[in-house]
């Protein structure tokens, strides 16, 4: 074999060589577009529970506080001022849990990852802001309105179940607030992941 063709057959193997180092980079990104959109479209499922719970807190609970509170001022006679109080509250508290809770599941489709990771890390910052403000202010609230029953009715039993009621409540809105933090946390992990992978 002369000197030309084993340069030939060189430069050959070489442009195989490249060919095949091509293929194997497309089926790499190809394998990357496929794990971010998957990624992508688990992270906006497990937000479909965030979103659910936004809307029952919008569509159901505070509809149900505004007339349980309004049958409580006409029943038993509650003060204008708790009812406004509780209604205000409840309203706010609402509104903010809407704001927080706003992306939607085109979000995680199409907001570049790095924005998602911050969209992510501020809604759950917002979350641990809201409740350390929420709490005291539902542990004041619930004083007032154990005063409240008790100037009404002069029985005890309504303030037991009042507080037994505030943290039943209260233990099922942090637990629903935990689980939003842990999908949030979850998915800002993914996202950090395949990250380091890419």
Known sequence: MTMAQTENQNIDELEAMRRQM?????TLDR???VNE????KVMAGKGGYIRRMRNVQLFIVLPFIVLMFLVQKYQLGTSWALYVATVLMSAVSVAFETYINRMSESDYSEMPLLELIKALQRRRKQRRLQVSIGLPIVALWLVWYSI????????????VSAVIGGIVGGWIGISIM?????IDADAIDDIQELNEKN
């Open 22 to 26: 091509g293929e194997l980079r497309a």
């Open 31 to 33: 394998q990357e577009i």
């Open 37 to 40: 959109r998957l990624m992508r």
């Open 148 to 159: 409240e029953l008790t100037g009404i009715t002069g029985d005890y039993f309504f303030v």
């Open 178 to 182: 935990r689980r939003m933090q842990r």
